[in-house]
Nanobody, 124 residues
Framework: QVQLVESGGGLVQPGGSLRVSCAAS????????MRWYRQAPGKERELVAS???????SYADSAKGRFTISRDNAKNTGYLQMSSLSPEDTAVYYC??????????????????WGQGTQVTVSS
């Protein structure tokens, strides 16, 4: 059973920094694209940043220059380093990853998995 578990959320003051992590566990072959989404109260879930298995990154306009997405393939873990945080960044942050797993002899499947989310609150 593949699982994604986020950690590192919490309360931070405006202008502060925080790093959230996403660790994959279970039986799988590889992790492809990893993405971070966020969902603020009353708003739709939005894509914040993504990173390919080769390390190519992309960011939403709201994250450019302030957030850095990265991954450690050896640890099956992704990260989102956030700085210059403002109250508008308050949301539940979710990890999403494309994971390839074996389904039996010579059969593999790739599916997107979601973590349970971690709350980030920016407030003084």
């Amino acid at each position: 059973q593949v699982q994604l578990v986020e950690s590192g959320g919490g309360l931070v003051q405006p202008g502060g920094s925080l790093r959230v992590s996403c660790a994959a566990s279970g039986s799988f072959l590889s992790i492809g694209l990893m993405r971070w989404y966020r969902q603020a109260p009353g708003k739709e879930r939005e894509l914040v940043a993504s990173v390919t298995s080769g390390g190519i990154t992309s960011y939403a306009d709201s994250a450019k220059g302030r957030f850095t997405i990265s991954r450690d393939n050896a640890k099956n873990t992704g990260y989102l380093q956030m700085s210059s945080l403002s109250p508008e960044d308050t949301a539940v942050y979710y990890c999403n990853a494309l994971i390839r797993a074996s389904r039996g002899s010579l059969i593999t499947t790739s599916e997107y998995y979601w973590g349970q989310g971690t709350q980030v609150t920016v407030s003084s």
